[in-house]
């Protein structure tokens, strides 16, 4: 691969995430804090997002797969972004707000899968087989962690020098401007034509991908994926689900990535209730991303090589089990900060090698809409439902504007053991 496409591959990955960071982790706190806006409130908030990735993936995919080029869907979407979080920094209220976040979350789901497919498209034609593909992806992998871990320093930063930490707006401007970069970078893309229907991808040699014994790829029940000509690439995509194993794998990332959003509206305002000041809050959670981007470089590969794609997945779900331990026990405070790397191994060995699984079933012609496909079913339906579990969870077991942080970690934590549990017993390696 050569140093231009890295960059270009690199600088989508690290903007996409780094514009989620700016606001997604710390959002909650300025929610349930200044503006005095309810769990269930703050949960509706943040459904805006999976609601949104429910279906915009499966459109977005749909698109750069027949008839839009794939650098063009994320420019005009980031740039729209940025207009609407310029909108939302002046929305106090809960309608207001839930409307611009809701438009918003439409543009930025949008283009979240294509960051993946558009560096899975690049590779796909520099490798010869989808064992390379999957092992360089792990050096443009890196970038998301490290925008996470980034931003959030810098908007510590930002807080301890100009104290804009109590309001909390700063998170929603500093989404805008890095929208306004990603979108006019994203003309400056490598050109990712859709995929002709019906056509078998080709390496830059000119030959199909392959696996390291030499065959094509295949789905876990053997076959492989089908490429009708006749058939959209989103209902080509969907056949999977008639693969007991890819539907346990969707099944019980729904669970898990519903229960991350216990993390990202919980961690906040309870690092603050623990006496963690606001100002200190992003560089706290940033250590997950730092965290983060260090497996992805040094243990990704490593553990799928030794341990397997199932078992590294059950490593990864088990990390977000002992965060939320952690999160019950709640003394000493220290641990709460401890802890935080669980959070971004959980990211890494979990989420991103579901993603890497999820493209090793996919032929060239659908890898756009089987990323849409697992966005759409994970941050969308998965998302959405544990919004609003984790939105009235706080609220029951919120009294006189306090919370009740044990029980509420108690539920994520349960589920997660179960999941676990049902991921060993029934996917198959």
């Given at each position: 691969?050569?140093?231009?496409?890295?960059?270009?591959?690199?600088?989508?990955?690290?903007?996409?995430?780094?514009?989620?960071?700016?606001?997604?982790?710390?959002?909650?706190?300025?929610?349930?804090?200044?503006?005095?806006?309810s769990g269930k409130q703050t949960g509706w908030i943040y459904a805006t997002f999976p609601l949104a990735c429910i279906f915009m993936p499966l459109v977005s995919g749909q698109l750069a797969d027949k008839?839009?080029?794939?650098?063009?869907?994320?420019?005009?979407?980031?740039?729209?972004?940025?207009?609407?979080?310029?909108?939302?920094?002046?929305?106090?209220?809960?309608?207001?707000?839930?409307?611009?976040?809701?438009?918003?979350?439409?543009?930025?789901?949008?283009?979240?899968?294509?960051?993946?497919?558009?560096?899975?498209?690049?590779?796909?034609?520099?490798?010869?087989?989808?064992?390379?593909?999957?092992?360089?992806?792990?050096?443009?992998?890196?970038?998301?962690?490290?925008?996470?871990?980034?931003?959030?320093?810098?908007?510590?930063?930002?807080?301890?020098?100009?104290?804009?930490?109590?309001?909390?707006?700063?998170?929603?401007?500093?989404?805008?401007?890095?929208?306004?970069?990603?979108?006019?970078?994203?003309?400056?893309?490598?050109?990712?034509?859709?995929?002709?229907?019906?056509?078998?991808?080709?390496?830059?040699?000119?030959?199909?991908?392959?696996?390291?014994?030499?065959?094509?790829?295949?789905?876990?029940?053997?076959?492989?994926?089908?490429?009708?000509?006749?058939?959209?690439?989103?209902?080509?995509?969907?056949?999977?689900?008639?693969?007991?194993?890819?539907?346990?794998?969707?099944?019980?990332?729904?669970?898990?990535?519903?229960?991350?959003?216990?993390?990202?509206?919980?961690?906040?305002?309870?690092?603050?209730?623990?006496?963690?000041?606001?100002?200190?809050?992003?560089?706290?959670?940033?250590?997950?991303?730092?965290?983060?981007?260090?497996?992805?470089?040094?243990?990704?590969?490593?553990?799928?090589?030794?341990?397997?794609?199932?078992?590294?997945?059950?490593?990864?779900?088990?990390?977000?089990?002992?965060?939320?331990?952690?999160?019950?026990?709640?003394?000493?405070?220290?641990?709460?900060?401890?802890?935080?790397?669980?959070?971004?191994?959980?990211?890494?060995?979990?989420?991103?090698?579901?993603?890497?699984?999820?493209?090793?079933?996919?032929?060239?012609?659908?890898?756009?809409?089987?990323?849409?496909?697992?966005?759409?079913?994970?941050?969308?339906?998965?998302?959405?439902?544990?919004?609003?579990?984790?939105?009235?969870?706080?609220?029951?077991?919120?009294?006189?504007?306090?919370?009740?942080?044990?029980?509420?970690?108690?539920?994520?934590?349960?589920?997660?053991?179960?999941?676990?549990?049902?991921?060993?017993?029934?996917?198959?390696?």
């Amino acid at each position: 691969m050569d140093w231009k496409l890295y960059l270009a591959l690199s600088f989508v990955m690290f903007m996409e995430y780094a514009v989620w960071a700016a606001w997604m982790p710390v959002l909650a706190a300025r929610l349930l804090g200044p503006l005095k806006m309810s769990g269930k409130q703050t949960g509706w908030i943040y459904a805006t997002f999976p609601l949104a990735c429910i279906f915009m993936p499966l459109v977005s995919g749909q698109l750069a797969d027949k008839y839009v080029n794939t650098e063009s869907i994320l420019a005009v979407a980031h740039i729209l972004g940025a207009v609407l979080m310029f909108i939302a920094v002046r929305k106090t209220t809960f309608k207001g707000l839930f409307v611009v976040m809701f438009l918003y979350s439409l543009c930025y789901a949008a283009t979240l899968p294509l960051a993946n497919s558009i560096m899975f498209h690049h590779l796909g034609k520099v490798y010869d087989n989808i064992d390379d593909v999957n092992a360089a992806s792990a050096n443009i992998f890196i970038w998301a962690p490290v925008a996470w871990a980034f931003i959030g320093w810098s908007l510590t930063g930002w807080r301890w020098i100009f104290k804009t930490g109590e309001q909390g707006r700063d998170c929603l401007y500093l989404a805008a401007i890095l929208s306004v970069i990603m979108g006019i970078g994203c003309f400056f893309l490598p050109d990712t034509p859709p995929t002709e229907s019906g056509t078998t991808p080709t390496t830059e040699s000119g030959t199909a991908p392959t696996t390291e014994s030499g065959t094509a790829p295949t789905t876990e029940s053997g076959t492989a994926p089908t490429t009708e000509s006749d058939t959209a690439p989103i209902l080509q995509a969907m056949e999977m689900f008639k693969d007991a194993n890819f539907l346990i794998f969707i099944a019980v990332s729904m669970v898990f990535f519903g229960l991350m959003q216990f993390y990202f509206l919980g961690t906040a305002p309870f690092m603050q209730d623990m006496g963690i000041p606001a100002k200190n809050v992003p560089a706290s959670m940033g250590i997950a991303q730092a965290f983060q981007a260090i497996a992805t470089l040094f243990l990704m590969a490593k553990s799928m090589e030794v341990l397997g794609i199932k078992w590294t997945l059950i490593v990864g779900a088990t990390c977000w089990f002992i965060l939320y331990l952690a999160y019950i026990k709640q003394k000493p405070r220290w641990i709460i900060v401890a802890c935080q790397p669980f959070h971004g191994l959980a990211y890494v060995l979990f989420v991103i090698v579901g993603q890497i699984f999820a493209n090793s079933v996919a032929s060239d012609e659908i890898r756009g809409s089987m990323q849409s496909l697992l966005f759409a079913a994970t941050t969308g339906v998965g998302l959405f439902f544990g919004t609003q579990l984790a939105g009235v969870v706080m609220d029951k077991f919120r009294k006189e504007d306090k919370f009740q942080w044990r029980p509420i970690f108690l539920v994520p934590g349960g589920i997660a053991l179960v999941s676990i549990l049902v991921f060993v017993l029934f996917f198959k390696s």
